[in-house]
């Protein structure tokens, strides 16, 4: 016996009936039917001929349809529907039709949508489809094109959207307001990204999200005469432009090309496909006031107006030139004064050269009148027959050299994709000490390691070495030595933070598998700590790592100095469970006559200006 196979879908609709009728030839027929499931009901009539003068035209209605069921999705469920379509040809090329849908009603995301009307109509290969949306959580209008009649297809739509809500229609798991209201018109022809051509503007944009951000106009023209493209780019808050023989499709690889032939990256090589097209544009981009799209998009950042970026590129001949170019710009406070890049690439080297009037680590503020910045800072980078070297150098303005610096550095390939990194200093002054590099340092990159060989910091008194392996693995061990190391000389850190320390550190610390199975250790003695000026004492803080239960043993005293005799004013011990999100801490910890005013500074966002002693039990 014969069997007909059915589509797996209709195995979701459980029992199906279904009649209907047939009038007429195979060539030439009339036909309705009626179809009701478990997931709702189709009724339709059809007519079609096709013979010399194909014709045809049918009737669908839907009603109740439990589309999620078939589609397997929650997004969208209970649709009714009546669907129009009329017309005559069966190709591309001689067809004609006009097709009504009438969505009566559709559950999206929780939200019912009622009478939406999409009409379209296909005459001579081209298209227009036209629909409008009037809901509580989106107001919209559409009208789009496609024309099939030219070489390259061309594309039209014009969109007004109205207080789109992206919260209450569920498209955003933003817990408060998200609205967007914009108009957009768009004109473009092509079929892949090297020959689109065309016209994109955004008029009137509002977004709301509990903060109010508007953009009046943004435009963007793609044109091309005689190879030469050229993209211009232009809105409230930045300009762009573009000139020149570019093929976005290859760029990658271009570019790619152009830093191995500077310096070699064995990965990139293998899989790099030399056959592209050439490449040889200019680029320029003039930021305006960014403010509202970084408050947006990286609150943290900060960009002044009028910063530049230009650059221009020849893949022929590997040529490269850029500059960039700011009077500031601020990440987590952290502040770049008159900022000016060159970038160089000819003769076979690539040459960077970054040059900064101030790097403000911390402003002046009333609480804190002392800034902490590093002045006329440059670093030179070159890079050429596989061998990088980069030179850094601040200097401030003082007649007396308080803070500055000259470090040299020298990152050299070998044949295993990795490679050798050499550390040298001339002179680094940090708060008036005189400190050096040891200059048998190396950090070797290879096997999937990074070995730390001999790197000290160091002046006559005191040093801080590292040893070992970047702790990645388990099989990885970073050792820290600390000897009579002045904190007061590094206070420049913690000083961001509203935190002067003085005191001496010595000890070691070991570090291992932060990836996979980490193990932690210390022994540290801290000497003569005080905090912001007020005493703490002598302290010593030894760790040990108990894997069974994947947590940090701490054991820390602090002593302190009495009128005749040394007492121990803080005895901290338990352990710091480092895989528990939550609960991770079992500390015992006991105080005698602790100087409140030393935790000061690290409570200051619960309590201000403690002051007094706390003696008992935690």
């Known amino acids: 016996a014969m069997t007909v196979p059915l589509p797996e879908m209709l195995s979701d609709m459980g029992v199906i009936t279904t009649s209907g009728s047939f009038q007429g030839y195979p060539d030439r027929f009339n036909t309705s039917f009626n179809l009701e499931s478990e997931i709702g009901e189709v009724v339709a009539d059809v007519y079609l001929q096709t013979n010399e003068n194909p014709e045809y035209s049918f009737i669908v209605l839907g009603n109740n349809l ?26 591309m090329e001689d067809s004609d039709f006009e097709a009504n849908i009438d969505l009566m009603s559709l559950n999206f995301r929780g939200n019912e949508f009622k009478d939406i009307g999409i009409n379209s109509i296909f005459k001579d290969q081209r298209l227009a489809v036209n629909t409008a949306i009037d809901h509580r959580y989106l107001n919209l209008d559409l009208k789009g094109a496609i024309d099939l009649n030219q070489e390259r297809p061309e594309y039209s739509l014009k969109a007004d959207i109205k207080d789109v809500d992206f919260v209450n229609l569920h498209l955003s798991n933003y817990d408060s307001i998200m609205q967007l209201s914009t108009n957009i018109d768009l004109s473009f022809s092509g079929d892949e990204i090297d020959n689109i051509l065309g016209n994109l503007e955004i008029d009137n944009t509002k977004y709301f999200n509990g903060d109010k951000y508007q953009m009046k106009n943004f435009t963007a023209n793609v044109s091309e005469s005689y190879g030469v493209k050229d993209i211009a780019i232009d809105c409230d808050f930045f300009s762009v432009g573009m000139s020149g023989i570019v093929n976005f499709d290859d760029i ?50 900060y960009v002044a107006d009028g910063t530049t970026i230009t650059a221009s590129y020849t893949n022929k001949y590997y040529y490269h030139g850029s500059t960039i170019e700011s009077r500031e710009i601020i990440y987590n406070g952290l502040k770049f004064k008159n900022l000016d890049v060159r970038n160089t690439a000819r003769h076979r080297e690539y040459k960077s050269l ?33 061998t990088l070297k980069v030179d ?7 007649a007396d050299d308080n803070n500055k610096a000259f470090i040299k550095s020298v990152f050299t390939q070998n044949d295993k994709d990795g490679g050798i990194l050499s550390i040298k200093s001339e002179d680094i002054v940090i708060n008036d000490s005189i400190w050096n590099i040891n200059p048998d340092c190396s950090i070797v990159f290879n096997d999937n390691r990074i070995a730390i060989n001999k790197l000290m910091m160091f002046t006559n008194t005191q040093s801080l070495s590292m040893n070992g392996y970047f702790p990645k693995h388990e099989s990885d061990t970073l050792k820290m030595v600390f000897y009579n190391l002045d904190v007061s000389d590094f206070d420049y850190v913690t000083r961001m933070y509203d935190i002067d320390l003085d005191g001496v550190i010595d000890g070691i610390v070991g570090l291992s598998g932060i990836y ?49 005799n040394r007492v121990k004013s803080v005895d901290l011990n338990g352990y710091y469970y480092t895989k528990k999100a939550t609960n991770n801490l079992d500390f015992k910890l006991k105080f005698h006559e602790f100087n409140l005013e030393t935790a000061s500074p690290f409570l200051s966002s619960v309590v201000q200006r403690m002051h007094g002693s706390a003696s008992g039990w935690v």
């Open 66 to 91: 439990r589309i999620n069921d078939v589609l397997e999705t929650n997004d969208l469920s209970d649709l009714s529907f009546k669907l129009e379509m009329y017309g005559h040809g069966l190709t």
């Open 516 to 564: 996979d199975n980490m193990s932690f250790f210390s022994n540290l003695e801290l000497n003569r700590l005080f905090i912001n000026r007020q005493e703490v004492g002598d302290a010593s803080i030894n760790t040990t790592w108990n894997d069974g239960l994947k947590a940090i043993l701490i054991d820390s005293e602090i002593f302190k100095n009495g009128n005749q």
């Open 354 to 386: 970054v040059m900064l009037d101030d790097i403000i680590i911390r402003d002046t503020t009333d609480g804190n009148p002392d800034p902490i910045y590093l002045e006329n800072v440059k670093l030179l980078a070159r890079c050429s027959n596989d």
């Open 252 to 301: 990658t690889n271009a570019l790619k090309d152009n830093v191995i032939h500077y310096f070699d990256i064995p990965s990139w090589r293998k899989t790099l496909n030399n056959e592209f097209d050439n490449q040889e544009f200019s680029f320029n981009l003039i930021l305006h006031d960014t403010r509202q799209l970084t408050k947006l998009f990286v609150p943290e950042l």
């Open 392 to 398: 850094v150098l601040w200097d401030d303005d003082d």
